[in-house]
């Protein structure tokens, strides 16, 4: 739990002070003070962590963190759910960025038929988030910037996928939200597309988007908005490829084919294909 928590925060912010409420004997937080210490180097060269205590009494933020655990634990806590009590988890999922299960479950989310819609399949949600976790997971203890980024936007899709599908596509603007938050240096749309959700597809994370914004699928018709946003961007472009070469081969007389080169060798195979041409 403690490399958990304390790994969360370093990837997160470069920057850390970490204050904890003084009051009473609390073995996790000594064991988490130990753990800190050990592990506080900083990130980089300007790094900086620190740790501290007070008196929940004079800290207004230790009292708010201490309303919003013990309000989430009627959630979490078996102990302490209750089928009468409000749905706190959506009362304050605009203020959560993400929500991290440990041990990792998906099961929550599977069998759980509340909250979700109508056409979900559990296939094909099991698949992407399989996808996600893996990325995640292979991914955790890397430090390069853009793939940090990579990854905190895939947790929030993820967490939004389980917590919150009802709410369907998240905007661009609310995902470079996260990104900001966290310090991240603000990006434009087009490199938001192509260093953060581009390399997450390539790596095989299953994105779905739409005018709206993005999300991880949990059904047929999500998957099929991906394809169809495919079909409408990539055939356009492909075809005008094809023109273009075609025109430049024929005004040659076949002299001149740009697709020659080593470098375009796939889309030189691909359109021989269409043509027919073994």
Not at 222 to 229: A, V
Not at 230 to 238: A, D, E, F, H, K
Request: hydrophobic content about 35%; charged content about 30%; aromatic content about 12%.
């Amino acid at each position: 739990m403690n490399e958990r928590i304390h790994y969360d925060l370093r990837r997160a912010f470069s920057s850390l002070t970490v204050v904890a409420d003084s009051m009473g004997s609390n073995e996790f937080m000594d064991s988490f003070v130990k753990y800190f210490d050990s592990h506080s180097e900083p990130i980089n060269l300007f790094g900086e962590s620190d740790l501290m205590f007070e008196d929940s009494k004079d800290d207004v933020l230790i009292q708010v963190a201490d309303f919003i655990s013990g309000t989430l634990a009627y959630v979490y806590d078996l102990h302490k759910q209750d089928k009468t009590a409000p749905d706190y988890l959506k009362i304050l999922s605009s203020k959560i960025s993400y929500v991290r299960i440990y041990p990792k479950t998906f099961e929550e989310f599977i069998h759980d038929p509340l909250g979700m819609p109508h056409e979900y399949d559990e296939t094909i949600a099991q698949l992407c988030h399989k996808q996600a976790a893996l990325f995640l997971d292979k991914h955790k203890n890397d430090d390069d910037v853009e793939i940090k980024s990579q990854c905190i936007v895939l947790e929030y899709l993820l967490f939004r996928m389980m917590n919150n599908n009802y709410r369907g596509y998240i905007p661009t603007k609310e995902l470079k939200s996260q990104l900001e938050y966290i310090g991240m240096k603000h990006i434009s749309n087009s490199t938001f597309r192509l260093k953060i959700i581009c390399k997450l597809r390539d790596a095989g994370v299953i994105i779905s988007s739409s005018p709206k914004g993005y999300k991880i699928p949990s059904n047929e018709s999500e998957i099929y908005d991906f394809i169809n946003h495919g079909n409408q961007v990539v055939l356009p472009m492909l075809w005008r490829l094809k023109k273009c070469r075609d025109l430049v081969k024929l005004a040659t007389n076949g002299k001149v084919d740009l697709l020659e080169h080593d470098e375009y060798k796939d889309l030189k195979n691909f359109f021989d294909f269409q043509d027919g041409i073994k």
